[in-house]
């Protein structure tokens, strides 16, 4: 009888440590709160822009380089990441509005080619996307940094030097910064140490 009693309370505990280790998990798995995160300053990125190349939608490969004497924008992003898909408009309306300055947004999609192309008829892109799968993640760690999660974006000015990393969702006044920050290089008011460290506070 007795071990009958120790054996139902061994299993009573057991169930309810399994249980408490359950509602840890769960906990640990719900995802962040979508909220802008801070450029990283790169210390530990490449200084400047490196070279890789992956396909446009067309199917012709590009270079990162291809757009000589802009900032870039370079926006990493997938058709099934919920806050990339949010950044996306708010990309698009950063390109119109700066059509004149010489600064180019480049998306890079670590996608399937496909969906890929499916997503961009009916978003109607005004900037290039590239896409690539395990090239495309190859891409990002190019820039020196630990790849963690999508969005990833990171900034470089006309020069090509890179300015920061931002990982998380885009916010408005992320770009506005980021326009304030390639205005004082360009008239010489910003060196590229004080950029970046502009850019690695939150607006």
């Not at 480049?106 to 192309?117: H, K």
């Not at 630990?146 to 969702?169: C, M, N, W």
Request: glycine content about 6%; proline content about 6%; overall charge negative.
């Amino acid at each position: 009888m007795a071990r009958s009693a120790i054996f139902t309370l061994l299993l009573s505990l057991a169930a309810v440590i399994a249980y408490l280790g359950y509602r840890a998990f769960l906990r640990s798995s719900e995802p962040p709160p979508q909220t802008s995160q801070a450029v990283v300053a790169p210390t530990q990125i490449l200084g400047m822009l490196p070279e890789f190349s992956l396909d446009d939608l067309d199917g012709n490969t590009r270079s990162i380089r291809s757009w000589p004497q802009h900032a870039l924008v370079i926006n990493f992003w997938a058709t099934w990441c919920a806050p990339c898909l949010r950044e996306i408009p708010l990309l698009k309306e950063f390109q119109e509005q700066n059509a004149d300055y010489p600064v180019q947004v480049i998306g890079i999609a670590i996608d399937n080619f496909e969906a890929v192309q499916n997503f961009a008829e009916d978003m109607n892109f005004n900037y290039p996307i590239l896409v690539g799968e395990s090239d495309a993640m190859n891409a990002a760690g190019a820039f020196g940094v630990e790849f963690f999660a999508l969005p990833f974006t990171v900034f470089s000015d006309k020069r090509g030097r890179i300015l920061g990393v931002h990982t998380g969702e885009i916010l408005p006044e992320d770009l506005q910064k980021l326009r304030d920050v390639l205005s004082g290089l360009a008239n010489g008011v910003t060196n590229i140490e004080t950029a970046r460290a502009l850019l690695s506070t939150k607006p």
